[in-house]
């Protein structure tokens, strides 16, 4: 029962990582888009791409692991519909996020003549992807207890 609850902290804590993870995104790209410096955008996405992009992956994809090791110690069955529906969910999720990494690749190889207004889509991603991770939530709040 203790790797249980240590578990369970563990895949909570990946999830509050994850949405707050995102909102970061949200606000540092539409931060972007308002004010101007193309250097300093160049810059912010640079980073966005080297350093939380990796670690949203990860703990992204740490959760179907740690989301199915608790459903087999609870003794749950993988067929239940709240299940196989977050499951699929996931695989929008991983696009987003790819389309997401792939859009900050050019962005970043145009270099300084990156346009504020050029966000655009990356916050579409981001928004896409927070909201598909909220679908999960709700989907993981609503199952029986």
Known sequence: ??????LKIVHAASSVLLL????AHIFM???ARRGGDAAVLTRKLRNTRRFSSPALGLVALSLPATGWWL???AG???GQLWLLISAVLLLPLLV???LLDGRLRAWIAAGEQVSPRTPRLALLYVVLMLAILLAIFALMGAKPA
């Open 96 to 98: 987003c996020w790819l």
């Open 1 to 6: 029962m203790e790797h249980y609850l240590l």
């Open 29 to 31: 790209i539409w931060k």
């Open 20 to 23: 707050l993870g995102l909102l």
């Open 76 to 78: 749950w069955p993988l």
């Open 71 to 73: 459903v087999h110690l």
